[in-house]
């Protein structure tokens, strides 16, 4: 795995970069819009000049108001037109991936959220710039959030069927918290065949290596620092030892700054 962190933007997307290479990361995620505010935000000349020679991979995530299975009309249409302005931005500076929570049914079932999530990500997808994607993350389910199983992350990508633009960001906490054992070597293979034989872990495009303050199966979203959770720190660590996942950025999410963060990773990924 490819130690990075989700970094701040504060003083803009370019000092993202200076802070990864001020802490000697090769990758990480940022937020190009505010993640709580529909209004999007323009990209700068300077950042855009910036992200074209920069030598750092860089993921985006998508604003935490999107929810493509809303039924509400005024929230379809700003999530449809968040989610395509994101993937216009990450376009503009030369990102891929953009990772995406699926959403929430809202009471309509699981079934039906699946469907109306996929449909309409393949309508956005078949119009983004490039080769610009999402991946989508998996959750802890949350209230009525859907992807918080292997079967339900299946359904999307294969309902969305579009297979060079979609792919997976797995999220440990998330997925511990979903029910699925990470706490021991033992238990981090079980979780991660089983993940294969449903999805395959050739579409995981990223990780998000969080700890978890919840129990396994508590179904709460409570991200621990590495190494003082319920996971702890070998079994993240035979994870990112793993062959398969040479080449993939693992993101620390973590509590505390951007450095807490890289220590944190560091120790997941060092020999
Ligand atoms: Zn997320
Ligand atoms: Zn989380």
Redesign the pocket.
Known sequence: MIPGIHVSVRGGLDRALDTLTELGLSCGQIFTSNQQQWKGRTVTEREIERYSGRSVTIIS?AS?LINLASTDRRVEKLSVSALETELERIHILGIKWC?L?PGAHLGTGEDNGIRKISSTAKQILLNSPGNTGILY?NTAGQGTTVGHSFTQLAQLLELTDMPEKTGI?F?TC?AFAAGYDLSSERAVLETMNKFNDTVGTGRIKAF?INDSKRECGSHRDRHAVIGEGLIGLEPLRFLASMLEFKEIPGIA?TPGTDSDRAQGIEKVVSQ
Do not use: R, S, T
Request: proline share 0%; charged share 30%.
């Open positions: 995530h935490y990772v929570h993350e960001c999220d998330h998000h999410e």
